[in-house]
């Protein structure tokens, strides 16, 4: 056996309240979702300061594994108000696929339209069914304006069966998310996005926690040293989040 087995869980999909059920029509149909108080002013304050610091160490817009950065980071892996919808939506065999910081400077401009799934998806699955999915969760610490780029989406195109267009071209249904700190904003990984260009005075900060079926390939290796403390101190859920088993 390549792996602990008790870290696999026992059921696929957890029971859901009436909200849970509602807020998962509205993904599964639209390709978003924008979830509520999903962390505190205080944690808003932390993240701030730690990808502060981050990124005056990295110097560069992106910033990868960011789980090693800063012990600060670590309680979005499993953060429940996003954790809980991830589920919902995903199943409980839930991994990540990646954890990364974007901080967008003055005068960055706007992002092309695309979708961050990079395979093939065919809207109606394969004659087995299987539709890989892939979250991305983006946590903006700073409010988003017209003025410093909100993140531009077209509800219902993680369904469309031909590739975003080149550009940024406008979109008659395309809508502007106004993002405040405090929400997450989950987008279905095949969703037609971009951020918009930052024509404020100001950086403009988002850490992103993007999820996945577990049995797909996560971009992380999963093996830092905060990464690897987190896993082999942390729940099964957490142990399975960071890819505890080499092979199935
Ligand atoms: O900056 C944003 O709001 C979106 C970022 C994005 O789509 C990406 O990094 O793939
Ligand atoms: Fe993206």
């Known amino acids: 056996m390549a792996y602990d087995e008790s ?7 957890p029971d859901l309240t009436p909200e849970l059920e509602r807020e998962v029509r509205f993904f599964m149909k639209w390709g978003y979702l924008v ?14 300061t730690a990808l502060d610091e981050s990124f005056a160490r990295n110097k560069s817009q992106f910033i990868h594994e960011l789980l090693e950065e ?28 990646s954890a990364t910081a974007r901080v967008t400077s003055p005068g960055e401009k706007d992002q092309d339209w695309h979708r961050d799934g990079p395979w093939p ?4 699955g394969t004659p087995y069914g299987s539709i890989p999915g892939q979250i991305n969760c983006g946590y903006y610490l700073d409010e988003l304006t017209m003025e410093n780029g909100p993140i531009v989406i077209v509800p219902g195109s993680h369904r469309a069966a031909f590739k975003p267009p080149l550009g940024h071209p406008t979109f008659p249904d395309e809508k502007f998310i106004l993002a405040k700190p405090g929400q997450a ?10 951020g918009a260009a930052n024509n404020s005075e100001k950086h403009r900060r988002a850490c992103m926690m ?39």
Request: proline letters at 6%; aromatic letters at 10%.
């Open 185 to 194: 904003i989950f987008f279905n990984g095949w969703l037609f996005h971009r």
């Open 210 to 248: 993007c999820y996945q079926n577990a049995w797909m390939k996560s971009r992380e290796p999963f093996n830092g040293p905060r990464v690897t403390k987190l896993r082999k101190n942390g729940s099964n859920e957490i142990k399975l989040l960071l890819g505890d088993m080499s092979a199935w």
């Open 7 to 13: 870290v696999v869980p026992l059921r696929m999909n």
């Open 70 to 97: 800063d012990d600060r980071f670590g309680f979005l892996l499993d953060n429940e108000p996003v954790f809980t919808r991830m589920k919902a939506i995903l199943g409980n065999c839930v991994q990540l696929h």
């Open 121 to 124: 998806v065919d809207p109606d």
């Open 35 to 48: 979830v509520e108080n999903a962390i505190s002013p205080e944690q808003v304050e932390s993240l701030r």
